[in-house]
């Protein structure tokens, strides 16, 4: 079930990516402030007519 846009009621895509991808000798969790490396990825929405993006953080 596609989610619809808040702004302009378009459809809404959602790509969730980890956060354990390393980059170089630090793993992308390891840059993040302390509050947010309990969480283990990332869920973005943007839609697909306005571009309005919604950021979630995913334990």
């Known amino acids: ?4 846009c808040p702004k302009c ?3 809404m895509r959602s790509i ?3 956060l354990s991808a390393r980059v170089g000798p ?3 969790k390891s840059l993040l402030p302390t509050e947010l490396q309990e969480y283990n990825s ?4 943007i ?3 306005c571009g309005y993006a919604e ?3 995913l334990k």
């Open 1 to 4: 079930m596609a989610s619809t």
């Open 9 to 11: 009621s378009g459809e």
């Open 16 to 18: 969730i990516k980890s």
């Open 26 to 28: 630090f793993s992308v």
């Open 42 to 45: 990332v869920e973005i929405k």
């Open 47 to 49: 839609c697909a007519a």
């Open 55 to 57: 950021l979630y953080w």
